[in-house]
Nanobody, 126 residues
Framework: QLQFVESGGGLVQPGGSLRLSCAASGFTLDGYAIGWFRQAPGKEREGVSCISRGRSTNYADSVKGRFTISSDNAKNTVYLQMNSLKPEDTAVYYC????????????????????WGQGTQVTVSS
């Protein structure tokens, strides 16, 4: 059974950093597109950063230069390093996987992903 366990969320002050982890079980991340998504209260789920099956990376404009996505095949884990956090980054963050072949422009669209983690809360507040 394909599962994710997300961790690393929490409360951080503006300007601070967090690293989210997404440990996969039941499948090997290599061969899947993997993405980090977030959903704030009252808003739609949005793509934050994604890695394609070919290991290209894509970032939302709002996080470029601040967030970095990476994967560790040995640990079967994907990470999201988040620096210079802002209050508007507050949301539940989810990791997800897809075996679909996607265009670069749509590789971080939530509807393209089938397998989802349970989410981890990130709150940026002073």
């Amino acid at each position: 059974q394909l599962q994710f366990v997300e961790s690393g969320g929490g409360l951080v002050q503006p300007g601070g950093s967090l690293r989210l982890s997404c440990a996969a079980s039941g499948f090997t991340l290599d061969g899947y597109a993997i993405g980090w998504f977030r959903q704030a209260p009252g808003k739609e789920r949005e793509g934050v950063s994604c890695i394609s099956r070919g290991r290209s990376t894509n970032y939302a404009d709002s996080v470029k230069g601040r967030f970095t996505i990476s994967s560790d095949n040995a640990k079967n884990t994907v990470y999201l390093q988040m620096n210079s956090l802002k209050p508007e980054d507050t949301a539940v963050y989810y990791c997800a996987a897809s075996s679909a072949v996607m265009l670069f422009q749509t590789m971080c669209v939530p509807g393209n992903y089938k397998y989802w983690g349970q989410g981890t809360q990130v709150t940026v507040s002073s």
